[in-house]
Each structure stands twice: as C-alpha cells, then as structure tokens.
C-alpha cells in the first residue's frame, strides 16, 4: 500500500473534501447567520458535507480498488498468492478489510475537520455532534458496501478504466440522488448516498430527517451477500 500512495491519495481527497464543503462559510451571508439558530448555519454545512460527499466518495472508492487490485493483474498476483496458499476470493476479502479501515480513518477525519473548520469560522450555535456522528458512520457503510462491489469489478475485469468509469458516472448519480425521488434512489447503488442524509430541503428551511436505516441495512446484506458469494466463485474458478 505504500508504493501505491494510498495515503497521499487519500490526504489529497480528505483536503479536497473538506476544502469545498467549508467554502460556504467564508460569504458574509453565512457569517452574518452564525449566531443565529433561524439561519440554521449546522445545518447547512452537514447539507453541504452531504453534497460533496456523494460527488467525491465514489469516485474515491473506485480508484482505490482500482490500485489495489490492478496489481495483481499485472504482477500475476492472483496465481502467486494461490500459490502461498492465498485463494483469489480470501484475497479480495481481505483487500476489503485493509481498504475499509483506510475509509473508516478517511471519513472520520474529514468530518471531524469539517466540523473543526464550522467552529473556527465562528460557527455559535449549539453542535448536534450526534447527527454527525451517525451521519458518518452510514456514509462509511455505503462506502465500504460500493467498495466491495468495485473490488469485485476490478478483480474480474482486467481493464481498470472501466472501474474508473464507473466511479465517474457514480459520482454523477451519488449528486442527483439528492434530487431524485426516494424509490429511484434506493435502487440505485449510489443513491444511499441520498438515503443517509439527515438533512433535506424543506420549503422554507432545511429540515432535519430521519435517514432511511432500513433500507441501508437491506442494501448492506445484500453487498454483503453479492461479494461473499461472487468471492466463493472466483475461488472455484481461479481454482
């Protein structure tokens, strides 16, 4: 993981992240609203966070599957792992494994510089840290759950572009999820994006929502089942 500069990779998205969600803060309009509970300053910083997050993260997911599994195709990896006794399909899992800590430290961070940065500014009005916090937690879980499914993607297609392709048009489909209606979103992978936000546009003002848990958790058991068993599969056809 160090020869493919995960870590630059992911320090370059975490700045990138945090750098457009707080880039609202700086108007005036913003600054003038900091105080005051009716202009809901928390509120529209986690919308924000939302919006960027549903642009950025799959394409984040792609290209970090993409590194960490092109290398075994072009190294013949999957034969020499089989050889020291590492299945194709353990490897992936445990590809996942190592990917999905990376993206727990990765989420963890920008939220908390996000938050950091709404503080700095000025931000006065009472934190709801644990909106945040479960706000982070669901968008690490639709992470992980699409990063499972580009490590398949990648494993199975020996043209990384096509990952990559993906993540871009994902990046696409994670923004207007926001926009689309609620059904249409839950059957879109990216869409639970959309699906965990805790916020959403009200008429007159934001609202704060409850995130649709249970569909994520449909959507996370059946990640989980599609990549155990697709897992199950490459080890009998590597085999």
Known sequence: MRRLRVAPVCAVMVAAVTALTCAGLMSDSA?????D??????????????????MTSPLLVAVLASRQVDVEHQGRGWMLSQVAGLSPGRLCRAKAAVLGAVLAALVAVQTSLVVAAGLAAGITVPLQAGIWVRYAVCLFLVDLALLCLHIWLAARVDNQLVGMGIGLLGSFCGV??????????????WGYYAVVSPVAMGEDALRVIT???????VFLLVVA????????RFDRTEG
Request: net charge positive; proline share 12%; with cysteine.
């Open 176 to 189: 207007f999820s926001l926009l689309m209606p609620p059904a249409l979103a839950r059957a879109l992978p």
């Open 211 to 217: 995130p649709g848990y249970g569909w994520l958790a």
């Open 225 to 232: 089942a599609l990549f155990g068993a697709a897992c199950h």
């Open 37 to 54: 509970p009716a202009a809901q300053p928390w509120e529209t910083l986690l919308l924000s966070y939302v919006l960027v997050s549903a």
């Open 31 to 35: 600054r003038a609203g900091f105080g």
